[in-house]
Nanobody, 121 residues
Framework: QVQLVETGGGLVQAGGSLRLSCAAS????????MGWFRQAPGKEREFVAA????????YYADSVKGRFTISRDNAKNTVYLQMNSLKPEDTAVYSC??????????????WGQGTQVTVSS
């Protein structure tokens, strides 16, 4: 079992930056792939970024490539999402997720409660 808690959300002006953190409790954090997802009001949840267990591989949605960076610190059981050049369309609830074996189309095993990010124009 893995518990995930996100922090770092807030209100920021367009062009600004935020760093989200996701702290994991439980065992063997370093064996999980970690991901960030977001859901805007009235829209479906969408993938934002993911990172392999070692941190050696990262993946991004086209909409955030070049602006967001995912990273992890396995010693601290934490995954981060650095968000730069934020746009109003980035406004959403951001959630982190964990899975030992990510399969396309399958829901990830563990989810946090989410943190609100609001970008004003």
């Amino acid at each position: 079992q893995v518990q995930l808690v996100e922090t770092g959300g807030g209100l920021v002006q367009a062009g600004g930056s935020l760093r989200l953190s996701c702290a994991a409790s439980g065992r063997a954090f370093s064996s999980y792939e970690m991901g960030w997802f977001r859901q805007a009001p009235g829209k479906e949840r969408e993938f934002v970024a993911a990172i392999s267990w070692s941190g050696g591989s990262t993946y991004y949605a086209d909409s955030v490539k070049g602006r967001f960076t995912i990273s992890r610190d396995n010693a601290k059981n934490t995954v981060y999402l650095q968000m730069n050049s934020l746009k109003p369309e980035d406004t959403a609830v951001y959630s982190c997720a964990a899975d030992r074996n990510v399969v396309p189309g399958k829901r990830w095993d563990y989810w946090g409660q989410g943190t609100q990010v609001t970008v004003s124009s």
